[in-house]
């Protein structure tokens, strides 16, 4: 099950999404060693011709021809582990370097029995003891569940309760975490540096979320200090993002494109009242935040900067 060892309870990946727009249905069975499992073929959806399922595998394509969207679901990743040839690692590489190959989603879970408490969560969440950089973050009951992010934002965390009534007096709560794109890849890289996807999973629960101690004294929650059970559950937690997100902030192209569609309406109106050429002066007289070095040198990797402007990237880096 992709199970990693940890002193506290079992980390696992639940699930693993990607797309390919050169690869084959066959090159995805030879990743995963799975070139003679018995694969079920139904009509498959949207671009997709033929989908083709395994073991918890699901593979979309087009016969043979490039193209293809491979959903591994927590029983795709068991037989991985147990019948073919289980290393994790190698998979990951593969799709890290292969060209034209998008990771859309990973899902990390965790199912605790001895740290949390569902009813502690819930009431946390309703006085409002936690800081989060998340937006939306929502109580559910019967089961209990509380949410952190949105089903469309790239990073989501999810508490509930995951006990089965009538087998265990355990109580268990199931903490899962679920990254897309970038958050998704910046993941699998920092494990394939060496990290253990346990930690990085406490990584990424103490990067978005704390639960905190009220302190009457100050009204600044940032400077609370954290629920023992919080302490206790981030224990040996390892970042999973580069230190220039330490801000809450991402410096990637995505979102520098993103806040220039922002301005477009705003940019045009200014063009139009003082031209281009007033535009194109601003712009070459304005000083670049060290920040977005890095998301230039990622397109431009032959660019070298001045020592003293590589200097400000020291605390972020």
Not at 90 to 109: D, G, H, M, P, R
Not at 203 to 216: A, D, K, T
Not at 225 to 230: D, F, G, L, Q, T
Not at 290 to 299: L, N, P
Request: proline share 2%; aromatic share 12%.
């Amino acid at each position: 099950m992709t199970v990693l060892n940890s002193t506290k309870s079992a980390t696992s990946i639940k699930e693993l999404s990607f797309m390919c727009a050169k690869s084959k249905f066959k090159d995805v069975k030879k990743w995963l060693g799975m070139e003679n499992a018995d694969w079920c073929y139904y009509n498959g959806s949207r671009q997709y011709q033929y989908c083709s399922y395994f073991g918890g595998v699901e593979i979309c394509h087009n016969n043979e021809e490039s193209g293809i969207r491979c959903v591994i679901d927590d029983y795709g990743f068991r037989a991985f582990e147990k019948d073919y040839n289980g290393d994790l690692r190698k998979l990951f590489e593969t799709l890290i370097n292969e060209e034209a190959l998008s990771i859309t989603k990973i899902v990390i879970a965790n199912e605790d029995d001895k740290i949390l408490n569902m009813k502690q969560i819930t009431k946390d969440m309703e006085c409002r003891n936690y800081v989060s950089s998340l937006w939306r973050n929502e109580i559910y009951t019967n089961p209990a569940a509380v949410i952190f992010g949105s089903p469309s934002s790239d990073v989501q965390i999810k508490f509930h309760d995951y006990s089965k009534a009538g087998t265990t007096d355990k109580k268990i709560v199931r903490i899962g975490i679920i990254l897309k794109k970038e958050k998704a890849i910046g993941f699998i890289q920092r494990f394939l540096s060496g990290k253990s996807i346990d930690s990085l999973f406490r990584g990424v629960l103490s990067h978005y979320i704390r639960f905190v101690e009220p302190n009457g004294k100050n009204r600044n929650k940032g400077k609370w200090e954290n629920r023992k059970y919080w302490s206790d559950l981030i224990l040996g937690a390892e970042s999973a993002y580069p230190r220039l997100e330490d801000h809450c902030r991402d410096y990637t192209i995505t979102n520098l494109l993103n806040l220039i569609y922002s301005c477009r309406q705003g940019l045009k109106a200014y063009v139009e009242i003082v031209g281009e050429d007033c535009l194109l002066d601003l712009i070459s007289n304005t000083n670049v935040n060290g920040k977005y070095y890095s998301v230039v040198a990622q397109w431009k990797g032959r660019l070298k900067y001045p020592a003293s402007k590589q200097g400000d990237d020291k605390d972020i880096a």
